[in-house]
T-cell receptor, first 116, second 110 residues
């Protein structure tokens, strides 16, 4: 089954304790992205990756790092989490589409992170 | 970046058609109109997208105004499973940022 898998689904941590949210897709997609969703703010893009070893900032990259060493994995790293990073996080990958037109995004089920 | 404006919420009766509007008055010629929806406790899922012509797929239809300043997502026969937040998004060709906004929360009344 084609899917995007995130782990953990739920996490409560404390300020400053480094954490990594993993994301893996089995569709051989080149493009992957991270979003955070907050009440009243919709989904905001954190980072995206066009391919292995190619990453770029989205709209809200501060406080986050990413890496893309393999095509299937795109982990989100919070080096020193703070309470304002409490949010629902979604990973997505995108099919290539046709003739350069954007393919559809496939989202994971989300990771709810609470930073105390 | 071009923005979209959607009503915060809408209600519709089950088994009736639903028309979800989206205004995008600052759309440019290369902006594609995408629709996604987010069911409760799930990640968003793709619904449909288009550029100029109306589009149909198994989930919905997309009607695009002739001046492209607005569009309407049409669910032909709403079911309870269609209750979700619907996002209208403009996608600039070649730009990888995809801004979702707050969407329209659709409630289906049995």
């Amino acid at each position: 089954e084609a899917q995007v898998t995130q782990n953990p689904r739920y996490l409560i941590t404390v300020t400053g304790k480094k954490l990594t949210v993993t994301c893996s897709q089995n569709m051989n997609h080149e493009y992957m992205s991270w979003y955070r969703q907050d009440p009243g703010l919709g989904l905001r893009q954190i980072y995206y990756s066009m391919n292995v070893e190619v990453t770029d900032k989205g709209d809200v990259p501060e406080g986050y790092k990413v890496s893309r060493k393999e095509k299937r994995n795109f982990p989100l790293i919070l080096e020193s989490p703070s309470p304002n990073q409490t949010s629902l996080y979604f990973c997505a990958s995108r099919s290539p589409g046709l003739a350069g037109i954007t393919g559809e995004l496939f989202f994971g089920e989300g990771s709810r992170l609470t930073v105390l | 970046d071009a923005k979209t404006t959607q009503p915060n919420s809408m209600e519709s009766n089950e088994e009736e058609p639903v028309h979800l509007p989206c205004n995008h008055s600052t759309i440019s010629g290369t902006d594609y109109i995408h629709w996604y929806r987010q069911l409760p406790s799930q990640g968003p899922e793709y619904v449909i997208h288009g550029l100029t012509s109306n589009v149909n797929n198994r989930m919905a239809s997309l009607a695009i105004a002739e001046d492209r300043k607005s569009s309407t997502l049409i669910l032909h026969r709403a079911t309870l499973r269609d209750a979700a937040v619907y996002y209208c998004i403009l996608r600039v060709f070649g730009n990888e940022k995809l801004t979702f906004g707050t969407g329209t929360r659709l409630t289906i009344i049995p």
